[in-house]
C-alpha cells in the first residue's frame, strides 16, 4: 500500500539548516506530484512546496530559502530548508495524490489522498 513516511525534522537555531525527506514506498514517486505542507501551532496547514515529473512550485514565504528535489534511487523528495526562521517551526508533512498531477494546477489548494505522520521542525535560540 502506499506510504509515505517524512524525516529529518529537529531542533535548529535562526538561521540554520534542514534538510527533510519524504520516503515513498508502494509506488514509484517520480511519476507522482509530492507535496510539502506544514502546520505550526494554532495555525492551518500551510502548502511549502511541490515537485512533479514536470514542474516545482514554492509558496512565497519560502522562495530562496528552501529547495525541494527528487532522489528516484530512494524513490523520495527532498525539502532543504536554509536560512531558517521562527516562524518556519512547525510540523512538516509529505503528500502525494491517486493520479499523476502538475504543481502548477493548484498543488496547495487541492485534496490529496495519502500523507505522511509529518516531522517536527523547531526554531528558536
Known amino acids: 500500500q502506499v506510504q509515505l513516511v517524512e524525516s529529518g525534522g529537529g531542533w535548529v537555531q535562526p538561521g540554520g539548516s534542514l534538510t527533510l525527506f519524504c520516503a515513498a514506498s508502494?509506488?514509484?514517486?517520480?511519476?507522482?506530484?509530492i507535496s510539502w505542507f506544514r502546520e505550526g501551532p494554532g495555525q492551518e496547514r500551510e502548502g511549502v512546496s511541490c515537485?512533479?515529473?514536470?514542474?516545482?512550485s514554492y509558496a512565497d514565504s519560502v522562495k530562496g530559502r528552501f529547495t525541494i528535489s527528487r532522489d528516484n534511487s530512494k524513490n523520495g523528495v527532498y525539502l532543504q530548508m536554509n536560512n531558517l526562521k521562527p516562524e518556519d517551526a512547525a510540523l512538516y508533512y509529505c503528500?502525494?495524490?491517486?493520479?499523476?498531477?502538475?504543481?502548477?494546477?493548484?498543488?496547495?489548494?487541492?485534496?490529496?489522498?495519502?500523507w505522511g505522520p509529518g516531522t517536527q521542525v523547531t526554531v528558536s535560540s
Open positions: 515537485i512533479s515529473v514536470s514542474d516545482f
Open positions: 508502494g509506488f514509484y514517486s517520480d511519476y507522482y506530484a
Open positions: 503528500a502525494t495524490e491517486k493520479k499523476p498531477q502538475i504543481c502548477s494546477t493548484n498543488w496547495d489548494d487541492r485534496p490529496y489522498d495519502f
